[in-house]
């Protein structure tokens, strides 16, 4: 079988790192680095030039920035792109990139000048093969804020007493619509593992709350899960949920389990809010590549609880949901669109 290596641009003002991230992208067989660019004005004709797949892209570049040259290429023409950031640096505009269409990214070891840059090889690898595989029209690229949320029932259908939801690739744009689409005085509290790099999930949290009529956090130790707040777990640790000698549920946080693929891990945050709500939880599996969800999609179905997943004709990257479907545990697909209001219908 002839397979076509994915062609990916590189684009940043270093000239250290565009060496390092080529070569590092050209030591995997599909890959093919077709060219680098060292701004955004440069980066738009290369892409015009040399039709890459896939951008990696810097965000603070001379002439033309990482933002600007990602609304402009949107305009021209929607592709993957994959931001390549230090967190601790470009944090606010990381958020701003994945609102205007960036599908994934990468953070940057702040120590550039070092080995350590090449820990990011692996994790790189993946998300250019990951963006490659998704189609231009799935891609969004601007936020659609609804312009009310949708009214909670009069009427609650008693079903439901919390929701836990587990999303990656595509999670912020899906988010930023899904989560303003909910009415602030949603009747049950709501927990979110985001796979994210440590850095951003305090921000985006900040973003939510901002567009949303909800109450949206990044979790911290002790945080309560009530009526109208939303949980973000932090980048870095796993989200589990308990039940004090009080009656209340809070979050907890660890670096335990280590041997997850994923830290957050929407596995642990399910399995964990299975066993404090039992047959009362709603568990959500939205876009992403992997399997993240699945075992604690099981562990939901285990306890009484509903799954439901997102289904592929809205999904950037039909990967979690998939398992989740395929392994029977999906009491209903629904699409984006309709996933507020499928939400509330359980509530």
Known sequence: MNTRPIRVLVVDDSAYIRKVVSEMLSRDPLIQVVGTARNGRDALEKVQALQPDVVTLDLIMPELDGIGFLKEQMRRRVLPIIVVSIASENGELVVQAMENGAVDFVQKPTALASERVYEIQEDLIAKVKTAASIEPARISTSISI???????????????????????TGGPQALAQLIPALPGDLPVPMAVVLHMPPGYTALFAARLNEISRLEVLEAAEGDEMRPGRVLLAPAGQHLTLRRTPENRVVAALSLRPLDTPHRPSVDVLFKSAAEVYGSRLLGIVMTGMGNDGTSGAAWIKSQGGTVIAEARESCVVYGMPRSVVEAGLADFSVPLQGMAEAILKML
């Open 146 to 168: 609804p312009a009310a949320p949708i009214a909670a029932p009069a009427e609650r259908a008693g079903k439901v007493d919390a929701v836990v939801l587990g999303i990656s």
